[in-house]
C-alpha cells in the first residue's frame, strides 16, 4: 500500500464519515430537503391555499342533538391492532398494535399519540387546515363487529343565503387481518355550496421518542405520486404546504408509518404537515389533507389508511388485489420505506443473504454474524492480491523513484515510463483500493440497513445484554447525560474499539506498510480513526457494532496468514536479490 493509496484511505474515510453523520441526522440520502423554509404564519397559510384555488368555506354550523349526551367510546380488536373511537367527532383515539412492543411502556406502540381535545386522528374540519376540528358529539350505529357509523346533522348558509341542511356521517371499517382500514365521509342532504373539508392523521405517531437523545430517531412527511416517493424530515415547529399531486401520503417514523390513500385523488388539494407542539412540550407530527371544495346534495370520499408497521413486508401486499382483502393493487406504499439511495441495491442483497440465514439459524444476530465471515472470505482473494501488491510496489519502489526525479520536469513521460514499470512486474497501483471501497460501501450500506430494517426491531441476540439489534446495547443507564455519548453505558462500543486497534496494528507490524508512508499517517491509521469511531457510534445499533467487530476479529486471522506469506515472499525476494 504506497502513499497514495493511504492518502486515498484517509480521504474516503472522511468522506465515508460525514456520509454516515449527515445521515444520522438528516437519513434518508433520498429525502427531499426542498420546502424546509421556516414555518408561516396562519395569514400566508391561508393566502397558499387561495392561491392554490382551494375557496373558503361558506359557514357551517351544527344542528342540535338531543339524542346523545354524553361522549362515549367504543373498542374494536383484530389481529393487529385495537382500537378505540369516540362519537365525539367520530374521530380515533387510540391506536394500539398488538403485535410490537413499545420498549419504554412494555405495551404495544401506539399509534395515536399525543392526543387532545382539539386534535385527534382521522378528525374533521370544515374549511381550511387552519380550522378547528369537529367536537360535536355525533349519532352512532354499529353495523357489525368492525363496522361504525358515526352521524351528525349540520347546516351551511350558501352564498346566496339561502340554507342548505345536510348530515355528515363518517363510517369505519376495519379488516380483522390487515393493518388497513376504510373510512368514508359521507355528505347527505340538501345540496350544499362550496363545502370543503380536511382530514388528518394522528397528531402523532408511536412509539413515544425525545429527539434530543435518540438522534437515529426522527418523523418524516412522506408523498408519493406514481414515482419515487417524497420524503421530508419535517422539523421543530413547523407548518408547511405540500402543494403537489399525490395518490397518497402520510407521516413515518423509523419502523412505523400512517398512510391515507383517498380512491379518488383527485378530488384532494394539497396537502400541510405540521410539528406544531400541542401537548407536554411534545410536538406533534400530522398530515392535514385538504379535500377540494364541492357543490352537491350527495357526496362519498373513500379514504384507506395504513396505520402499523414501517416493514416491506407489510406493505407490498396492497401491491397485489389477490394478496389483501381490500381488493387494492398497484399501492406501492412499500416506497415510503426509507432507503440508502444509490445503495439500495446493496442493501437488498445483504437483507436477502441474512434472510436466508436466518431460517436456519432462527436468530438474527447469529445471523449478522455468519454473513460477516461469508463477506470476509469472498473478500479474502482480494485483500490477500492487495498485501502481495504491496510487496511489488516495494520491489520495483527503486525504480519509481529514479523516473519521478529523472523526469520530475516532463509529467506525461514520467507516467509513459512508470506505466510500463508496473506492467513489467505485473502491479496495479488501483488494486488496493478495491477491496477498501467494497468494504465501504458494504459498511455504509450495513449502516442504513441497521437503521431501518423492521426485522431488527426489538431482535434479541444476548439476553439481559443485546435485547434490540437496532439500538445500542446497555448495561446501566445514568441519571445524567454525558455530551455525545448519553446516559448509556455501553460494553459493544469499548469491545469494537479494542478489536480496531489490535486489527491496526496487526496490519502495521505484519510488514505491509509501504514505502513512503509517514509515521504520522500510519499513527492517524491505527490510533485516532478508531477513536473516531468510536465517538460516532457509540450509539449506534448494536448489530452493525457486531457486524463490525466480527469483521475486525476474523480480518485479524486473515491478516496473520497474509503476513505469514508476505514474510515468506520477502525472504524469496531477498534471496533472488541476491543471486
Known amino acids: ?190 345540496k350544499v355550496e362550496n363545502l370543503a373539508y380536511t382530514l388528518r392523521t394522528s397528531p402523532q405517531i408511536g412509539p413515544h421518542f425525545n429527539p434530543k437523545l435518540n438522534r437515529y430517531e426522527n418523523r418524516q412527511f412522506i408523498s408519493y405520486n406514481g414515482g419515487k416517493a417524497k420524503r421530508q424530515v419535517i422539523g421543530n415547529k413547523q407548518f408547511k404546504v405540500y402543494g403537489k399531486d399525490y395518490l397518497w401520503n402520510g407521516i413515518g417514523g423509523k419502523y412505523f408509518v400512517e398512510l391515507v390513500i383517498p380512491e379518488k385523488s383527485e378530488k384532494m388539494d394539497f396537502t400541510h404537515y405540521s410539528t406544531l407542539i400541542e401537548v407536554n412540550d411534545y410536538a406533534n407530527a400530522q398530515a392535514i389533507l385538504v379535500r377540494k371544495a364541492f357543490s352537491e346534495d350527495d357526496v362519498k370520499d373513500t379514504y384507506y389508511m395504513y396505520f402499523g408497521p414501517r416493514d416491506e413486508k407489510a406493505l407490498r401486499i396492497f401491491n397485489v388485489a389477490e394478496k389483501n382483502s381490500w381488493n387494492l393493487s398497484g399501492l406501492r406504499l412499500n416506497e415510503c420505506l426509507n432507503s440508502n439511495g444509490w445503495l439500495g441495491w446493496l442493501e437488498t442483497v445483504l437483507k436477502w443473504i441474512m434472510e436466508i440465514i436466518n431460517k436456519f439459524v432462527h436468530n438474527w444476530g447469529a445471523s449478522i454474524i455468519i454473513m460477516t465471515i461469508f463477506i470476509k472470505l469472498l473478500m479474502f482473494p482480494f485483500t490477500r492480491k492487495q498485501s502481495l501488491g504491496t510487496l511489488k510496489m516495494q520491489q520495483i519502489q527503486p525504480k519509481v523513484q529514479a523516473v519521478q526525479a529523472k523526469y520530475a520536469n516532463n509529467q506525461q513521460k514520467m507516467q509513459e515510463e512508470m506505466a510500463k514499470i508496473y506492467k513489467e512486474a505485473g502491479y496495479n497501483p488501483m488494486s488496493g483500493c478495491l477491496p477498501m471501497l467494497v468494504q ?140
Not at 374540519?125 to 346533522?153: H, W
Open 1 to 190: 500500500m504506497n502513499k497514495n493509496t493511504v492518502i486515498a484511505m484517509i480521504l474516503s474515510t472522511v468522506v465515508v464519515v460525514a456520509s454516515i453523520f449527515v445521515q444520522s441526522k438528516f437519513f434518508p440520502n433520498s429525502i427531499d430537503k426542498s420546502g424546509a423554509e421556516s414555518k408561516k404564519t396562519a395569514e400566508e397559510m391561508v393566502a397558499d391555499e387561495k392561491s392554490a384555488g382551494q375557496s373558503e368555506t361558506n359557514l357551517v354550523v351544527s344542528d342540535s342533538n338531543a339524542d346523545v349526551k354524553d361522549e362515549k367510546n367504543y373498542t374494536i380488536t383484530t389481529k393487529n391492532a385495537e382500537i378505540v373511537l369516540t362519537n365525539r367527532g367520530g374521530d380515533v383515539i387510540s391506536y394500539r398494535l398488538l403485535n410490537h412492543i413499545d420498549v419504554d411502556t412494555k405495551d404495544g406502540v401506539q399509534m395515536v399519540d399525543n392526543v387532545s381535545a382539539a386534535n385527534r386522528a382521522c378528525a374533521l374540519a370544515f374549511g381550511n387546515a387552519e380550522s378547528p376540528i369537529l367536537n360535536e358529539l355525533f349519532n352512532v350505529v354499529q353495523e357489525n363487529e368492525y363496522t361504525y357509523l358515526f352521524t351528525r346533522n349540520y347546516s351551511i348558509t350558501n352564498e346566496d343565503g339561502s340554507v342548505s341542511k345536510f348530515v355528515l356521517g363518517k363510517r369505519y371499517t376495519f379488516d380483522p387481518e390487515s393493518y388497513m382500514f376504510k373510512m368514508d365521509v359521507l355528505v347527505h342532504g340538501d
Open 440 to 579: 465501504f460501501l458494504i459498511l455504509f450500506a450495513m449502516y442504513n440497513l441497521f437503521n431501518n430494517y423492521f426485522e431488527f426491531r426489538g431482535a434479541e441476540f444476548i439476553p439481559h445484554w443485546i435485547e434490540d439489534l437496532s439500538s445500542g446495547d446497555s448495561v446501566y443507564t445514568l441519571k445524567f447525560d454525558i455530551p455525545f455519548f448519553g446516559n448509556q453505558i455501553r460494553v459493544l462500543p469499548f469491545i469494537y474499539l479494542v478489536s480496531q486497534l489490535l486489527f491496526g496494528k496487526i496490519t502495521g507490524n505484519g510488514g505491509t506498510a509501504a514505502p513512503g508512508t509517514s509515521q504520522a499517517q500510519m499513527q492517524m491509521m491505527m490510533y485516532v480513526m478508531p477513536i473516531m469511531f468510536f465517538v460516532l457510534f457509540y450509539n449506534a445499533p448494536s448489530g452493525l457494532l457486531i457486524y463490525w467487530t466480527v469483521s475486525n476479529v476474523f480480518q485479524m486471522g486473515q491478516q496473520i496468514i497474509i503476513n505469514k506469506t508476505m514474510k515468506q515472499k520477502k525472504a524469496e525476494m531477498a534471496l533472488k536479490s541476491k543471486k
